[in-house]
């Protein structure tokens, strides 16, 4: 049985998240309080041809009851009851805006007596040691729905649900580095097509510009380096037993050298049958 224990920021998207896990075949439990996961999971295990994939949110909403997640973990690993963690994070910003415009209440609100913005960072204190134990994180900081969606498929639609899963992602340092990245490489060092009049308005999906920042030496090199490092480090952290890898490759606006780049490790990875997804967040920024 693959159990999820999917958790998480208030306003970062765990609704979308379990909506998107349940269109690709989970069933699904919301807001359950940690005490009940582990008897939950019994019930599941006794009934595994109905209950193959299952996924369960846990979160701030169960008040004082949410400080026996670690006790409930605890006990699965105790009993030999695989299990992932999935996270999902947002910047306070974000979250608040997103409050604000649903005109919902913070879980905390009421208990704390405090304001939105202390709330949010209060929680986030409060989760931060959930965060370093998951699986999987995802920022939703800059994503949509849709985006939402195509990335909880890319990390759960496999035959083997301890595959390694790795997704490249190309972004604008102005924008900000995305926050679940595990690896980033920087290449506002490479020769830029935006100051070419006709390359300007393209991306690097489209070939004039990927040819464009392909044709350089230090393209060729910087590139060279950066596939040798991930080909070398891919083992490894499967040995490790990571679930998730998160490639991040960042130019100045996320439009061109990055999209190329992260687009060519893509096929790169895909070529050479790693489970890879890709992501060029602000493509469209």
Sequence with gaps: MEFVIVTGLSGAGKSVAIHA??????????????QLILPFYDLCEQSKDEFERVAVVTDIRGGERFSTLFASLDRLKQENKP?????????????INRY??????????????????????????????????????????????????QRIASLFLCDSSDALAVTCVSFGFKHGVPAEADLVFDVRCLPNPYYI????????????????????????????????????SLPLYCNEGKSQLVIAIGCTGGHHRSVALTQLLYEHLLKNDIRVSVNHRDIHR
Aim: some cysteine.
């Design 197 to 232: 009049p006709e390359l300007k308005e393209l991306t690097g999906l489209d070939d004039s510009v990927r040819d464009y920042v392909l044709q350089w030496d230090e393209t060729k090199g910087l590139f060279a380096r950066i596939v040798s490092l991930i080909d070398y």
């Design 21 to 34: 896990m349940e269109d690709i075949g989970f069933y699904c439990l919301d807001n359950i309080p940690p």
């Design 100 to 149: 604000k415009e649903t005109r919902r209440r913070h879980p905390l609100l009421d208990s704390t007596h405090c304001s939105l913005e202390e709330a949010v960072a209060k929680e986030e204190q409060l989760l931060k040691p959930v965060r370093e134990i998951a699986d999987y994180i995802i920022d939703s900081t800059h994503t949509s729905p849709t985006q939402m969606r």
């Design 83 to 95: 299990y992932k963690i999935l996270f999902l994070d947002a910047a306070q910003s974000v979250r």
